[in-house]
């Protein structure tokens, strides 16, 4: 199971941290990754870290803005966001993938286990 936390209503140029807690099957993942789909458009990837050597990867439009990070104790990974825009507003969902490769791991057909998601709602 995954369970994503954290969204809310936040003004533009505000933070959010979103968390993403997984347990069970979906514990054999390599990679975790964060996705988000606004209204009327499709699901898109967003960030993504590897369990074991903390490899990370950021869509282009979140560079430098977001940052993504993993508790392996916890079992948790966690999406920093800063500096957010109206642009930014979504249902962020976490799902966990079992492959590690940049290129791969930026596609939902990677993954296999989704969380519910999250909305993340920003106000201009």
């Known amino acids: 199971q995954l369970q994503a936390s954290g969204g809310g209503l936040v003004q533009a140029g505000g933070s959010l941290r979103l968390s993403c807690a997984a347990s069970g099957r979906t514990f054999s993942s390599v990679t975790m990754g964060w996705f988000r789909q606004a209204p009327g458009k499709e699901r898109e990837f967003v960030a993504a870290v590897s369990w074991t050597a903390g490899r990370t990867y950021y869509a282009d439009s979140v560079k430098g803005r977001f940052t993504v990070s993993r508790d392996n104790a916890k079992n948790t990974v966690y999406l920093q966001m800063n500096s957010l825009k109206p642009e930014d507003t979504a249902v962020y969902y976490c799902?966990?993938?079992?492959?590690?490769?940049?290129?791969?791991?930026?596609?939902?057909?990677?993954?296999?286990?989704w969380g519910q998601g999250t909305l993340v709602t920003v106000s201009s």
């Open positions: 799902a966990t993938s079992r492959y590690l490769a940049a290129t791969i791991v930026v596609a939902t057909t990677a993954y296999d286990y």
